[in-house]
C-alpha cells in the first residue's frame, strides 16, 4: 500500500515506531488548460505519475517507507486564465496550504517530506518554494539545470507546455484523455517560455505568448512510450531524492 490516505490512524502510528523510515510525498499540480487537447489536471497527473511510481519502485526497500499523500490539484495559474477551465488560487493561498499540510504532518512526528510538482508558472514556484523553505521540507526541482538535462529535448528547450513532452505523459497513463485527433493536427508552436516569463517578470499569459490555443512545443509528435520513457527518468530523479531525505 503506498497511499497514505488509504492508511488507518493506527497504522499511521506504527509508521513511526516500525524498521523502515518514513518519506511522504506530496504530489502538486494546477487546474489549467493545456491546449485543445489534453485534460487540465495534466500537471496533478504527471506529479501524481511520478510519486506512485517511486513509491513502487521502492515498495520492497528495507530502510524506507514510501506514502502518496492526497495531492494537491490547486495552484497559481494566472497566465491561462484567458481561457475556460483555469482555476486560479492566490499565491499566499498556496503557500499557507502547503505550510499548514506539511506543519500538521510534523506535528504527527513525520518530517520527512518531498513536495513534487509539475507547473511552472514562476508565481506558483515562488509561492511552493517558500512554502517548504519555512516547513522545512524538501522540494524536487525539475527546473534545477542538473535535472533539466536529463529531460527530453522539448523540456530543456522550454517550449514545452502541453507539447510533446507533457502530453506523451498524459498517454502513457491516461490515454483516454487525449484527444489524438485534435492532438495529431496541431501545428509546432515555438515559445522560450522561461525567457519570455522573464523578460515579462512573470506577468505574460499564454496568448501574449504567442500561445492562442494554451500550448506551445510539438504535442503531434507525443507517444505513449517518450511518456513511459520520461516517467522513468523522473521517477529516477525522485528516488534519487527519497533516498538523500531518508537517509539525511
Ligand atoms: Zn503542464
Same mark, same amino acid.
Given at each position: 500500500?503506498?497511499?497514505?490516505?488509504?492508511?488507518?490512524?493506527?497504522?499511521?502510528?506504527?509508521?513511526?515506531?516500525?524498521?523502515?523510515? $518514513?518519506?511522504?510525498?506530496? $504530489?502538486?499540480?494546477?487546474?489549467?488548460?493545456?491546449?485543445?487537447?489534453?485534460?487540465?489536471?495534466?500537471?496533478?497527473?504527471?506529479?501524481?505519475?511520478?510519486?506512485?511510481?517511486?513509491?513502487? =519502485?521502492?515498495? &520492497?526497500?528495507?530502510?524506507? =517507507?514510501?506514502?502518496?499523500?492526497?495531492?494537491?490539484?490547486?495552484?497559481?495559474?494566472?497566465?491561462?486564465?484567458?481561457?475556460?477551465?483555469?482555476?486560479?488560487?492566490?499565491?499566499?493561498?498556496?503557500?499557507?496550504?502547503?505550510?499548514?499540510?506539511?506543519?500538521?504532518?510534523?506535528?504527527?512526528?513525520?518530517?520527512?517530506?518531498?513536495?513534487?510538482?509539475?507547473?511552472?508558472? $514562476?508565481?506558483?514556484?515562488?509561492?511552493?518554494?517558500?512554502?517548504?523553505?519555512?516547513?522545512?521540507?524538501?522540494?524536487?526541482?525539475?527546473?534545477? =539545470?542538473?535535472?533539466?538535462?536529463?529531460?527530453?529535448?522539448?523540456?530543456?528547450?522550454?517550449?514545452?507546455?502541453?507539447?510533446?513532452?507533457?502530453?506523451?505523459?498524459?498517454?502513457?497513463?491516461?490515454?483516454?484523455?487525449?484527444?489524438?485527433?485534435?492532438?495529431?493536427?496541431?501545428?509546432?508552436?515555438?515559445?522560450d517560455m522561461p525567457a519570455a516569463m522573464s523578460a515579462s517578470a512573470g506577468r505574460a499569459?499564454?496568448?501574449?505568448?504567442?500561445?492562442?490555443?494554451?500550448?506551445?512545443?510539438? $504535442?503531434?509528435?507525443? &507517444?505513449?512510450?517518450?511518456?513511459?520513457?520520461?516517467?522513468?527518468?523522473?521517477?529516477?530523479?525522485l528516488v534519487e531524492l527519497i533516498r538523500e531525505v531518508g537517509h539525511g
Open positions: 500500500m503506498t497511499s497514505f490516505a488509504e492508511l488507518t490512524s493506527p497504522q499511521v502510528a506504527d509508521l513511526l515506531t516500525g524498521p523502515r523510515t $518514513p518519506v511522504l510525498l506530496l $504530489p502538486v499540480g494546477a487546474v489549467e488548460p493545456h491546449g485543445p487537447h489534453a485534460p487540465l489536471g495534466t500537471d496533478e497527473l504527471i506529479s501524481a505519475g511520478m510519486c506512485t511510481r517511486a513509491a513502487e =519502485r521502492l515498495a &520492497t526497500d528495507r530502510e524506507l =517507507r514510501v506514502l502518496v499523500l492526497p495531492a494537491l490539484n490547486y495552484g497559481v495559474t494566472d497566465m491561462g486564465a484567458h481561457f475556460p477551465g483555469a482555476v486560479s488560487i492566490g499565491a499566499d493561498t498556496l503557500r499557507a496550504l502547503v505550510l499548514d499540510i506539511c506543519r500538521a504532518l510534523k506535528d504527527d512526528g513525520l518530517h520527512r517530506i518531498i513536495v513534487v510538482n509539475n507547473h511552472f508558472e $514562476p508565481a506558483h514556484v515562488t509561492a511552493l518554494r517558500a512554502a517548504v523553505t519555512e516547513a522545512g521540507v524538501a522540494y524536487l526541482d525539475l527546473l534545477r =539545470r542538473a535535472n533539466v538535462t536529463r529531460l527530453t529535448d522539448e523540456f530543456r528547450s522550454g517550449s514545452c507546455h502541453a507539447g510533446q513532452y507533457e502530453t506523451s505523459l498524459i498517454l502513457a497513463d491516461r490515454p483516454g484523455l487525449v484527444d489524438r485527433d485534435v492532438m495529431r493536427e496541431l501545428p509546432d508552436v515555438h515559445v499569459d499564454f496568448v501574449e505568448l504567442g500561445m492562442d490555443r494554451a500550448y506551445c512545443g510539438s $504535442p503531434a509528435g507525443a &507517444t505513449a512510450a517518450e511518456g513511459e520513457s520520461t516517467f522513468d527518468t523522473l521517477t529516477d530523479l
